[in-house]
């Protein structure tokens, strides 16, 4: 014959919690019938390893969809009130059957159970509202990349094409005057381009310092100190080959960037733009070394930048001693975003290649 197993019950506005004392319940049939809960199972209650059972009809309607979760020590029961509202009591029988108690580990009364609601609307609304600011912030985030990226696509796209049509139409030509023609944009690109030490600093994009910062210094190093300051490099065809190395890359990178920022990709592009500075950034180091090295005999002869020395030892130092540094400190930094492409390079398309298997 079946026992009755331990019943232990709490409410809520909405819902109806029952807990069966059986441990490793298993047979477990839970319905609700004519607003009466019927409960069958096997397991091991207060009087051992026996069947179970147990029926309750409620004081009020109830929907007939029962849920429940049966765990190694209880039976955990919800049942869904037809309509919102706290019970006076359990069941219509006044008299409490001697299985059935209150579950005072979730008891609340009516005024806690309202205030359990408005915590959990207060904890909604907070991250709702929390949400709605990251989203707001996440999309101002986007369009000021996406601003930003397509400002210096332009910018050098002009470059670039001003750079080739020029070639075509001058030829040889066009090698002499590249500075007087395209310096200021690309004065403006640079200038802007210190944005992106800025952008990896405060987290706007996923990426080290390091390798940008290297980038905005080199680049701006050999625009303003050896091309903007000595007229003497003006016309000579270093420039030229700085400045078209430069802008081939960038006209993939921030068309990339820009997909990027609505999550979207071209897959060519993807390939271009880490696959291009291959060639491109050994070249553009070679490039700028040259016009280093040819920017030396100026300094030299103009002393211009050169460092005031105490008269015991002389009476300056050539602004070429510390280009001779920097030629070190450019394979240095060669090296170091020579290493960090590649590894981007690698997280790409091995990343790519897991997501296609
Ligand atoms: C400490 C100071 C020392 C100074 C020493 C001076 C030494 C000088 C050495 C000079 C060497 C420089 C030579 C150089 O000037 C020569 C040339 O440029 S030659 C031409 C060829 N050049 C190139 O190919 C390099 C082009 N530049 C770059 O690729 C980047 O500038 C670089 C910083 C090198 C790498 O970029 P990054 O780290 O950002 O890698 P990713 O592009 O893969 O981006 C990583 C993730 O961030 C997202 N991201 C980055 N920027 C943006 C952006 N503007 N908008 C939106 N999103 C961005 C990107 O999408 C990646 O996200 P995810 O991984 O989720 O896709």
Redesign the pocket.
Do not use: S
């Given at each position: 014959m079946a026992l009755t197993p331990l019943v232990y019950w709490a409410q809520r506005h909405e819902d109806i919690y029952l807990r069966v004392e059986l441990t490793d319940a298993q047979n477990i049939a839970v319905c609700v019938h004519e607003n009466t809960l019927q409960f069958r199972a096997q397991g091991r209650g207060a009087k051992g390893q026996n069947d179970y059972e147990f029926s309750l009809a409620f004081l009020l309607p109830v929907k007939p969809e029962v849920s429940y979760k049966s765990t190694q020590r209880q039976v955990n029961v919800t049942v869904r009130k037809e309509q919102r509202g706290w019970w006076e009591r359990l069941i219509v029988q006044e008299r409490k059957p001697v299985f059935l108690a209150p579950d005072f580990d979730r008891w609340l009364d009516e005024s806690d159970a309202e205030m359990e609601i408005r915590q959990k609307e207060e904890k909604k609304n907070r991250v709702r509202a929390s949400r709605h600011k990251e989203e707001g912030f996440v999309s101002l985030k986007t369009g000021y990349?996406f601003v930003?990226?397509l400002v210096q696509f332009l910018g050098f796209s002009w470059i670039f094409i001003n750079m080739t049509v020029r070639l075509f139409i001058f030829g040889q030509d066009s090698l002499y005057d590249t500075f007087h023609t395209i310096s200021d944009v690309m004065f403006f690109c640079q200038i802007l381009a210190t944005v992106?030490v800025l952008?990896a600093a405060f987290g706007a994009?996923?990426?080290?310092i390091?390798?940008?910062?290297?980038?905005v210094?080199?680049?701006n190093?050999i625009l303003f100190i050896i091309f903007g300051s000595l007229e003497e490099m003006h016309n000579r065809p270093v420039v030229f080959f700085v400045f078209y190395?430069?802008s081939t890359?960038e006209i993939f990178?921030y068309p990339f960037?820009m997909l990027?920022?609505f999550n979207t990709e071209w897959k060519t592009l993807t390939w271009l733009r880490y696959t291009v500075?291959i060639p491109?950034?050994p070249l553009?180091?070679l490039a700028?070394a040259v016009a280093v090295i040819q920017s030396i005999p100026i300094f030299d002869e103009t002393k211009l930048f050169s460092i005031p020395l105490p008269k015991s030892i002389g009476s300056s130092a050539s602004f070429s001693y510390i280009l001779h540094i920097y030629l070190i400190?450019?394979f240095l930094?060669?090296f170091i975003?020579f290493r960090?492409?590649y590894k981007?390079r690698k997280r790409r398309f091995q990343t790519k290649k897991r997501k296609a298997n």
């Open positions: 990349l930003y990226n992106e952008n994009v996923r990426t080290g390091i390798p940008p910062l290297i980038q210094v080199g680049r190093f190395l430069w890359i990178r960037y990027g920022c500075w491109l950034y553009g180091v700028e400190l450019m930094g060669l975003n960090h492409l981007q």
